[in-house]
């Protein structure tokens, strides 16, 4: 039996009761064929991160929380932005430093007191080398060229043999400085501090773009004289090129540590592994001249560099927290985060801090929160790695320390990673001995080489397609996003993800700016969760469910993306955007509100436009209450389709025959900010 509907733009939901001429939507019924089956209440998610401190305690009141929930997102997951500002977590501001003294490696308190947390914060590593990476925008500098040769990069001791059990040349360190343009290099100047590298190589990048992002597009060569060895560390300056050599990208590789103690004392093993430079110098030299062309200073003025990790060693007052700034962060406290009612009681995925962290820290907050009764489902390991250029040899053997650490808490945790950015293609690195240039394939051969795949039980990355970087809602793009969701999955089985550990989209939402807030935005939620439960994933979290967020940083003058709400001057939600409607009809009448299988299967739509570009998408599922519900999206910005809907059994050759009412809501343009029902 055919069902015939008239498309107004933008967005509709079907209930169809089981029991012409038109353009066609066909599903195909038949058993066979089901593409996924999901439960909303575990597969359609959202999202707490960081916030201003201002506003977390009127965030998090029950009216307001109460506003949150009726969109009817099913589990959340707790972000973790402090890595990505290159920051220690201290998840609870109770704990132990490392050093009597009141400094070094913080572990917070495991033991839960009559005291609930309520706000954490991030703090500034003092030997940070990196300038800025896809996190950290605009915050924080490095320490190799800040001007003061009292301050110093020191690379992660728990990269080094000390931890790893492997020899430090299986997890090379290194610092990369990238010019504004190429310019000529034969000299470089490196003020070491302790421990110093004793062996390294001076290199220049050789090949197209940015080895940074495009780290396929080129190879480090060696400078003529760049290789050094048995060195006594001090400050030494190296003619690295007899003859003028132009470049923007140079690299010092470190392979060999001399193992000697940093300014920190020898009271703690991890001050004395590793790698650390007070200053580098590049340019050229004549008669004994130096000329330097860095430009150094403590800020995001100096010339950028990179670095390979960094150790998370701190004190109290790299405390990042600003007054009257409200980017200087709060992430939620754990026990406000578990308590407010915004997680609905479900088990909620928690990240550990990795990057900057300690194995220690991130079991004793896994051991806090199962002392409280908090009900957890996963543990991503870290964030974004891939944003912050580390290496997935080095991610893995954290991965591998913090899991044996965690599972030694807990050997039913399910732990997993890598979370990766927003990306839409394969993630490259520099090639390995054997050539190989995908991050995640060699993550996952580290893992298999030490017999410890069982570790990884599911594989998360964040989706944010920002396409051409318009901030006005490229439609012409949203044609493209089931297209995309559905590659990038095949690319991490291609890359050796087993069939049988899940993917899990962690955080996703659509193009900055107002198109996020107004009708784009609304379609895309539309569209994307059910694609990428389609292209086989196990669970999608909306980022996020808090009513804030900052304009993205391309689109200035929007008023907002990535939230559900406005709200007035005192952080109070004010109005419903069109997400907020787009994630009603997606979890409350699409999909049946609760924990039952739905069945989900695939439809084709032969509403093309003059390019072949599908016009009209939809998503069928056979929900458990036996009826069927079509999601059918019309991205035709002006244009009505009248279709003819089929569900069809390959099977068997027939088509479906209905009785009952055919149930309908709509989500059509409005020319306010909210989009009504």
């Given amino acids: 039996m055919l069902q015939r509907v008239t498309l107004i733009p933008f967005l509709i939901s079907l209930c169809i009761p089981t029991g012409g001429t038109a353009q066609t939507i066909t599903v195909d019924a038949a058993p066979s064929h089901v593409a996924n089956t999901f439960s909303p209440l575990r597969a359609l998610g959202t999202t707490v991160d960081r916030i201003p401190s201002n506003t977390t305690d009127i965030f998090f009141r029950p009216d307001q929380i109460k506003q949150i929930l009726e969109a009817g997102w099913g589990p959340v997951t707790y972000r973790q932005n402090t890595e990505l500002f290159v920051q220690a977590w201290h998840w609870n501001p109770k704990g132990a430093w490392s050093d009597p003294s009141g400094q070094g490696y913080f572990v917070g308190d495991a033991n839960p007191t009559s005291e609930l947390i309520r706000h954490s914060y991030g703090y500034n590593l003092p030997h940070r080398g990196v300038t800025r990476n896809n996190g950290s925008e605009f915050d924080g500098y490095s320490r190799l060229d800040d001007g003061d040769?009292?301050?110093?990069?020191?690379?992660?001791?728990?990269?080094?043999?000390?931890?790893?059990?492997?020899?430090?040349?299986?997890?090379?360190?290194?610092?990369?400085?990238?010019?504004?343009?190429e310019e000529i290099v034969t000299d470089i100047r490196i003020a070491w501090a302790e421990p110093y590298a004793r062996s390294y190589k001076v290199q220049y990048w050789l090949g197209n773009g940015n080895p940074m992002d495009e780290p396929d597009?080129?190879?480090?060569?060696?400078?003529?004289?760049?290789?050094?060895?048995?060195?006594?560390?001090?400050?030494?300056?190296?003619?690295?090129?007899?003859?003028?050599?132009a470049t923007r990208y140079v690299r010092v590789l470190m392979t060999d540590s001399s193992n000697t103690c940093d300014t920190h004392g020898k009271s703690d093993p991890r001050n004395c592994v590793g790698y650390a430079i007070k200053e580098v110098y590049l340019g050229t030299q004549k008669n004994s001249e130096f000329h330097d062309i860095l430009h150094h200073t403590p800020g995001q003025d100096q010339t950028f560099t990179y670095s390979s990790s960094i150790d998370p060693w701190h004190q109290p007052s790299d405390l990042y927290v600003i007054p009257d700034r409200m980017e200087s962060g709060d992430q939620v406290g754990l026990d406000l985060f578990f308590t407010s009612g915004?997680?609905?009681?479900?088990?909620?995925?928690?990240?550990?801090?990795?990057?900057?962290?300690?194995?220690?820290?991130?079991?004793?907050?896994?051991?806090?929160?199962?002392?409280?009764?908090?009900?957890?489902?996963?543990?991503?390991?870290?964030?974004?790695?891939?944003?912050?250029?580390?290496?997935?040899?080095?991610?893995?053997?954290?991965?591998?320390?913090?899991?044996?650490?965690?599972h030694k808490a807990d050997p039913s945790?399910?732990?997993?990673?890598?979370?990766?950015?927003?990306?839409?293609?394969?993630?490259?690195?520099?090639?390995?001995?054997?050539?190989?240039?995908?991050?995640f394939t060699r993550f996952l051969d580290y893992l298999k080489a030490h017999d410890r795949l069982s570790d990884?039980?599911?594989?998360?990355?964040?989706h944010y397609p920002y396409y051409d970087g318009t901030c006005q809602g490229p439609w012409s793009n949203l044609f493209k996003e089931p297209e995309i969701l559905t590659h990038i999955v095949q690319v991490w089985r291609d890359d050796g993800l087993p069939a049988n550990i899940p993917m899990f989209n962690t955080e996703t939402n659509a193009p900055g700016g107002d198109a996020a807030v107004d009708v784009f935005g609304a379609l895309w939620l539309g569209e994307t969760f059910p694609a990428f439960l389609t292209a086989g994933g196990k669970a999608s979290y909306y980022h996020h469910a808090l009513p804030y967020s900052t304009p993205h940083p391309a689109c200035w003058n929007s008023w907002g993306t990535y939230h559900m709400f406005t709200t007035d001057h005192n952080w109070l939600i004010k109005q419903r955007t069109s997400q907020f409607f787009a994630t009603q009809m997606l979890t409350q009448e699409w999909a049946e509100p609760g924990d039952g299988e739905h069945r989900l299967f695939r439809a084709a739509s032969d509403i093309k436009n003059s390019k072949g570009q599908t016009l009209v998408?939809?998503?069928?599922?056979?929900?458990?209450?036996?009826?069927?519900?079509?999601?059918?999206?019309?991205?035709?910005?002006?244009?009505?389709?009248?279709?003819?809907?089929?569900?069809?059994?390959?099977?068997?050759?027939?088509?479906s025959t209905f009785v009952g009412l055919l149930q309908g809501s709509l989500l059509e343009r409005s020319s306010t900010a909210g989009i009504p029902r």
């Fill in 217 to 245: 597009g080129g190879v480090w060569k060696d400078f003529p004289s760049g290789t050094v060895s048995d060195a006594k560390g001090g400050t030494v300056t190296l003619h690295v090129s007899p003859t003028p050599l």
């Fill in 342 to 406: 915004i997680t609905r009681g479900l088990p909620a995925m928690v990240p550990v801090a990795m990057l900057y962290g300690t194995p220690e820290d991130a079991a004793a907050q896994i051991a806090y929160l199962e002392k409280r009764g908090y009900p957890i489902s996963y543990v991503e390991m870290g964030e974004e790695p891939d944003g912050q250029y580390m290496a997935p040899e080095d991610y893995a053997t954290l991965y591998l320390q913090w899991a044996t650490a965690l």
């Fill in 456 to 462: 990884l039980s599911f594989m998360s990355y964040e």
């Fill in 617 to 655: 998408t939809a998503y069928a599922v056979l929900r458990p209450d036996g009826q069927w519900s079509l999601m059918v999206i019309n991205k035709d910005y002006d244009n009505p389709h009248s279709v003819d809907i089929t569900f069809h059994e390959e099977d068997t050759g027939t088509n």
């Fill in 149 to 181: 040769l009292d301050t110093y990069w020191k690379s992660n001791p728990y990269l080094t043999k000390a931890f790893t059990g492997e020899d430090d040349s299986l997890h090379p360190q290194w610092i990369v400085v990238q010019l504004q343009a």
């Fill in 413 to 439: 945790l399910k732990l997993g990673g890598p979370v990766f950015e927003g990306v839409s293609e394969d993630i490259k690195f520099w090639p390995d001995a054997q050539g190989k240039t995908s991050w």
